[in-house]
T-cell receptor, first 117, second 116 residues
Framework: SQELEQSPQSLIVQEGKNLTINCTSSKTLYGLYWYKQKYGEGLIFLMMLQKGGEEKSHEKITAKLDEKKQQSSLHITASQPSHAGIYLC?????????????????FGQGTILTVHP | EAGVTQSPTHLIKTRGQQATLRCSPISGHTSVYWYQQALGLGLQFLLW???????NRGNFPPRFSGRQFPNYSSELNVNALELEDSALYLC???????????????FGDGTRLSIL
């Protein structure tokens, strides 16, 4: 099973609608990152969350990390066609040996967002 | 400020050949990371270099190797290429991550490696 589960896998919304993408782990997340990718291109950094309960916003995108630091959500308000793309969450995760994989990011499978005008 | 740059953009090789991919980090960043994004497998961590040293390695065979130069640029070498090595190879850079906190990794546009 995936160490980092993203849901939904794909999302189709009408322009102007709000949407939420979730990222869940069974282990503690250290440094949770949200990225956006256009197909076949590099990743664009959106936001980083480190503290339990932390919330950050940039323009119409808000990301939260829960208190237990095992789940994050990305919320887009009043979606626009420019929001379309693949959203990826990545995190440094507790290793089985008790350490943390600093530097090594584990990524979810991504959520493909389509916004219809 | 220039972002992370990767070259070449595309690379076509045949099975058994060797491939070299290059990455220049954002100015001031000392850490360089390599990831593989293969169809259906998602983004997989390959290697992390900082100050010329290999800091962490993903679950890949030894024929995937790399190095970091004194100017912090990096090369990824893949020997004895196999069909399943076909993927988008992404390089990222950051300030050093560690017990004092994580640093956001900024990605380049990748090198598309195709094995025929």
């Amino acid at each position: 099973s995936q160490e980092l589960e993203q849901s939904p896998q794909s999302l189709i919304v009408q322009e102007g609608k709000n949407l939420t993408i979730n990222c869940t782990s069974s282990k503690t997340l250290y440094g949770l990152y949200w990225y956006k990718q256009k197909y076949g291109e590099g990743l664009i950094f959106l936001m980083m969350l480190q503290k339990g309960g932390e919330e950050k916003s940039h323009e119409k995108i808000t990301a939260k990390l829960d208190e237990k630091k095992q789940q994050s959500s990305l919320h887009i308000t009043a979606s626009q066609p420019s929001h379309a793309g693949i959203y990826l969450c990545g995190a440094a995760i507790d290793t089985n040996a008790g350490g943390t994989s600093y530097g090594k990011l584990t990524f979810g499978q991504g959520t493909i967002l389509t916004v219809h005008p | 400020e220039a972002g992370v740059t990767q070259s070449p953009t595309h690379l076509i090789k045949t099975r058994g050949q060797q491939a070299t991919l290059r990455c220049s980090p954002i100015s001031g960043h000392t850490s360089v990371y390599w990831y593989q994004q293969a169809l259906g497998l998602g983004l997989q961590f390959l290697l992390w270099y900082d100050e010329g040293e290999e800091r962490n390695r993903g679950n890949f065979p030894p024929r995937f190797s790399g190095r970091q130069f004194p100017n912090y640029s990096s090369e990824l070498n893949v020997n004895a290429l196999e069909l399943e090595d076909s993927a988008l190879y992404l390089c990222a850079s950051s300030f050093l991550s560690g017990s004092t906190g994580n640093q956001p990794q900024h990605f380049g546009d990748g090198t598309r490696l195709s094995i025929l």
